[in-house]
């Protein structure tokens, strides 16, 4: 019951809040006019904001920027070590330094290492605070990009990225941030620039106490799905989450800007009822996993297990299983690799719903940016095979979708798979990388699959089974983020410039309505038979083997 009240109030506020910034995110991608300080940004950089982009001119921005933010990120992380603490830490070695860099500007916060013993004061603020907020931001230009493209006919120009990226952070990131941060401060999260601190105890013993600007960081951390702790254990320490109060926030803080681009779209396209369609298939999705895993994590299993209550081994006591799995559910599905309990914990089929929110490509709600474009590609796909079973070219909102169309949502399609099941299996094949696993069996394979997962779909959560930290598993899960992002958006960019380019269609009687209840089933129903054929044998030999052991 505890988690089923959980779940509706969280969800009564995400819609409720939703609606608004939908309606400002709109606002804020189709304004003409610039702020002051964004002109002023503008000359220091040297962008001519009134200028527009071809897709290929904004791809070649938005590739140039990440390039950039990897190097940066990559250099103050090994000069940090340099620094005294608390403004820096020893131990981040080249290898660790290109995973972290890589696995932060792709906004995925994988972490091979403790957060608390290897990344100083600057390192956190200066490096992956300012990428949490570069990482979103370029998520969700691409989207806002993608949605231009199918509302404008026979307009090759979508935007500027560098406007776009500024605005983002200007207006939308950085307001939301300190909202949440004051938040979190009034609810007890630390904030401060201390360094480790030796107290006595009552009981004449000597305990240390770290500090760090967490509360600036958490609030970005989670609305951005990079979820990177300060501290090893993430949001499962009492400085980061400290009351149920704040583990109901931070749940709230990941959902809420994925949500609110479903509104932004069906506002930006002219059509609300769009909006709310996809607003169904998110809501159904996430309702179904939900409960799955809730019920698998919750459920006893065993005679010992029955005893105690529940499967609380790796779980805060502070949020008890329900809370743990609430907010395991909101990280995965959200594309925010944040955690409040130990996941490799969590029961064998809990796990796999884990695993299945993000094989789903995060598209409930997912990513912000990321999970709207990757539900559009799903509807893409929904309209082809409507178009085909009643014999009509397919539209989505008077596009029509050709060849061309259809092959690039098969290589987004395709992408991720590859890049997760190719990586695992080489994993497997290598002995020394079978060593890194803590478990042997099927539940090690999922520690592996988890890994790979979570890195493709730029996730950054793990099942802590898995040491990581090896020059193989750093380089291979780098690479797989880099394919996990950039390829998705390469296609998202090219398809908004090929969308752009057509006329518009004609609605007639034989159109198909996509905002209605049969195409939202047939959205649905394609999702998850693609995500079952992609995924499920894999699946199969890992976390349900285990479960059924």
């Not at 608004?20 to 804020?28: C, D």
């Not at 939900?290 to 029955?306: D, I, N, S, W």
């Not at 752009?500 to 998850?528: K, M, Y």
Request: aromatic share 8%; net charge neutral; with cysteine.
């Amino acid at each position: 019951m505890a988690a089923w009240g959980q779940l509706a109030a969280i969800a009564a506020l995400v819609v409720f809040l939703h609606v608004p910034l939908g309606n400002y995110l709109a606002r804020v991608y189709t304004d003409d006019g610039h702020w002051r300080v964004e002109r002023v940004i503008f000359r220091l950089v040297g962008v001519e904001p009134d200028g527009q982009q071809r897709w290929t001119g904004y791809l070649t921005a938005v590739l140039a920027f990440s390039a950039v933010s990897v190097l940066l990120l990559y250099a103050l992380l090994l000069l940090q070590v340099h620094l005294p603490e608390p403004w820096g830490h020893k131990g981040m070695t080249p290898a660790l330094a290109f995973n972290t860099a890589i696995s932060f500007t792709t906004n995925t916060s994988w972490q091979n290492y403790p957060g608390e013993s290897t990344l100083g004061h600057v390192g956190l603020v200066a490096g992956l605070d300012v990428q949490a907020f570069g990482s979103l931001a370029v998520g969700m230009c691409v989207a806002v990009t993608l949605i231009r493209g199918l509302a404008q006919y026979q307009n090759q120009e979508l935007g500027n990225f560098w406007v776009d990226l500024v605005r983002t952070v200007i207006r939308i990131l950085l307001p939301l941030s300190v909202i949440v941060a004051v938040i979190l401060l009034a609810l007890g999260v630390v904030n401060n620039v201390h360094g480790a601190q030796d107290l006595s105890t009552i009981s004449g013993g000597s305990q240390t106490l770290l500090g760090g600007p967490v509360a600036t960081w958490e609030s970005i951390k989670l609305m951005s799905g990079d979820g990177g702790g300060a501290f090893n254990a993430n949001s499962a320490h009492p400085f980061e989450n400290p009351t149920p109060w704040t583990n109901f926030v931070e749940i709230v803080a990941m959902l809420l800007i994925p949500v609110a681009f479903l509104r932004a779209f069906g506002v930006m396209v002219g059509d609300r009822k769009q909006g709310w369609a996809l607003f169904a298939v998110v809501a159904t999705l996430y309702v179904l996993a939900t409960v799955a895993l809730v019920a698998a994590t919750c459920v006893p299993h065993g005679t010992v297990v029955h005893a105690v209550g529940a499967p609380v081994e790796g779980t805060e006591t502070r949020f008890g299983v329900p809370g743990s799995a609430v907010f395991g559910q909101a990280a995965t599905a959200s594309g925010d690799g944040a955690a409040n309990a130990s996941y490799d914990s969590f029961a064998s089929l809990g796990g796999a719903v884990l695993m299945l929110n993000m094989m789903l490509g995060e598209v409930a709600p997912g990513g912000a940016g990321s999970g709207l474009y990757g539900l559009v590609m799903m509807v893409l796909l929904a309209v082809f095979l409507g178009g085909l079973m009643v014999g009509r070219t397919p539209e989505y909102l008077r596009q029509r979708l050709h060849a061309r169309h259809m092959k690039l949502v098969s290589l987004y399609i395709l992408a991720l798979p590859v890049a997760v099941l190719v990586g695992t299996a080489t994993a497997m094949a290598l002995p020394g990388q079978r060593a890194a696993m803590l478990n042997s069996g099927p539940h090690g394979l999922s520690e592996v699959l988890y890994a790979f997962t979570s890195s493709a779909v730029n996730n950054g959560s793990a099942f802590a089974g898995l040491s990581g930290n090896t020059t193989w598993y750093n380089v291979a899960l780098a690479v797989t983020m880099i394919v996990g992002r950039f390829v998705p958006m390469i296609v998202v960019l090219a398809l908004a410039g090929a969308f752009a380019a057509q006329r518009p269609g004609v609605i007639t009687a034989g159109t198909l309505r996509t905002h209605t209840p049969t195409f939202i089933v047939l959205t649905l129903a394609s999702t998850l038979l693609l995500i079952g054929l992609e995924y499920l044998p894999a699946l199969m030999v890992g976390p349900v083997a285990d479960a059924l052991r």
